[in-house]
């Protein structure tokens, strides 16, 4: 195991162990969790446990060409239940993120020092939100970092059903439709499967990494951003 102090900087991922633990400790400063992204680190954690940095081997992601949606979930966009914004209210996302219950978990991995990091990221240009509203009910919603011609996910939250699903299904042709040519899930989830997501080795992981940091950023308020 790793430990890091207030040195900015992440080791190889190489060295991450089987687990895809990478690293301990360290702070929790908007620099810090930028560099980990270019790195192709991620923070998660207990609330109650030091900081763990990870880059686990296989990584789990979306690339663009292998997105896809089921004829229910296209019915469901139809019918104009949901309506999605962008960037509207972030901090409203990520304080519902903290706090929506989620089975089999206890607790969650973002606390204040986290989401204030990520507040801040948001106010660069660099964090954007997903917003899914039911008439004047914010109902559920996504963030994640936009870097590059890589999208970055990091939590999401539902209050109702298929909430966060007309989110991430809203949010997914709009990236496309921008340049973007992967979206990192990090790890396995079934939800997120549906849609396409794969498991890659880290090292392909890595190799896109590399290629894509070099694509102009969508940087800046996503407001504009027609949603549903």
Not at 8 to 30: I, N, T, Y
Not at 104 to 132: C, M, P, R, Y
Not at 188 to 209: C, D, V, W
Request: some cysteine.
């Amino acid at each position: 195991m790793i430990y890091i102090n207030k040195e900015l900087h992440f080791p190889p991922v190489q060295m991450a162990d089987q687990s895809g633990v990478l690293a301990v400790g360290g702070d929790l400063k908007p620099e810090r969790i930028m560099l980990a992204y270019q790195k192709g680190v991620f923070p998660w954690f207990s609330d109650d446990g030091p900081v763990l940095w990870w880059a686990p081997d296989p990584r789990f992601v979306l690339f663009p060409d292998d997105f896809k949606m089921s004829k229910s979930t296209r019915r469901l966009l139809r019918k104009g239940i949901f309506h999605v914004k962008f960037d509207t209210c972030f901090e409203r996302v990520i304080d519902e993120c903290q706090n929506i219950s989620r089975p089999g978990q206890d607790g969650t991995w973002i606390n204040d020092d986290l989401k204030n990091a990520f507040v801040e990221i948001h106010q660069k240009g660099f964090a954007h939100s997903v917003e899914v509203w039911r008439g004047e009910e914010l109902v559920g919603g996504l963030y994640g970092v936009s870097l590059g011609g890589m999208y970055f996910g990091e939590s999401m939250f539902s209050k109702v059903s298929n909430a966060s699903k007309i989110g991430f299904v809203t949010l997914v042709p709009e990236l496309i439709k921008r340049g973007i040519k992967l979206i990192d899930c990090q790890v396995y989830t079934e939800y997120l499967e549906q849609f396409g997501a794969k498991h890659i080795p880290r090292e392909s992981f890595m190799h896109n990494l590399e290629v894509l940091l070099d694509f102009e950023t969508l940087k800046g308020s996503w407001t504009g951003w027609r949603g549903k």
